[in-house]
């Protein structure tokens, strides 16, 4: 059972954005490093958030509670509407592995970048991670 009428649900729903400020402290980083990209290209499965095509490299940055990260707090199951919210963030993983196969399977890499790894106290780490996966030459998934 929902706790919000419909409009206040739309009202809610409304305020979601599809870029996040995290995808965009990506963008200028890997900016700032030289590298050169394609942002949310169409023509990849999943549609990713940053895509590399010198290094065939696609990057994921995917929230914790929508792609249901494993072990992180954030990944919470709402507790109102519990049967619509599992059956939904379940498709979410399943299609996000759908794709990451899909991608690997026609030569490219994978990078999921976690939000919770872009927190400040965990940011430049993760960051310089990033750069390193990058510059691999292993078509194996990568989590940062």
């Not at 199951?77 to 379940?90: C, D, G, Q, R, V």
């Amino acid at each position: 059972m929902d706790n919000h009428t419909e409009p206040q649900r739309h009202e809610n729903m409304s305020h979601i954005r599809s870029v996040s400020s995290k995808e965009i402290i990506i963008r200028k980083y890997l900016f700032s490093k030289g590298y050169r990209y394609r942002k949310n290209d169409r023509r990849y499965a999943g549609c990713p958030d940053v895509v590399l095509p010198k290094y065939r490299t696609v990057i994921f940055v995917n929230g914790c509670f929508w792609h249901q990260h494993k072990g992180c707090k954030k990944a919470t199951m709402p507790k109102s509407n519990h049967e619509y919210w599992e059956a939904k963030l379940k498709n979410n993983v399943s299609r996000d592995r759908k794709n990451m196969n899909e991608l690997r399977s026609n030569g490219w890499k994978v990078i999921i970048i976690w939000e919770c790894k872009l927190e400040k106290n965990k940011m430049k780490k993760t960051l310089a991670g990033l750069t390193r996966e990058i510059e691999k030459n292993d078509l194996k998934r990568s989590v940062i």
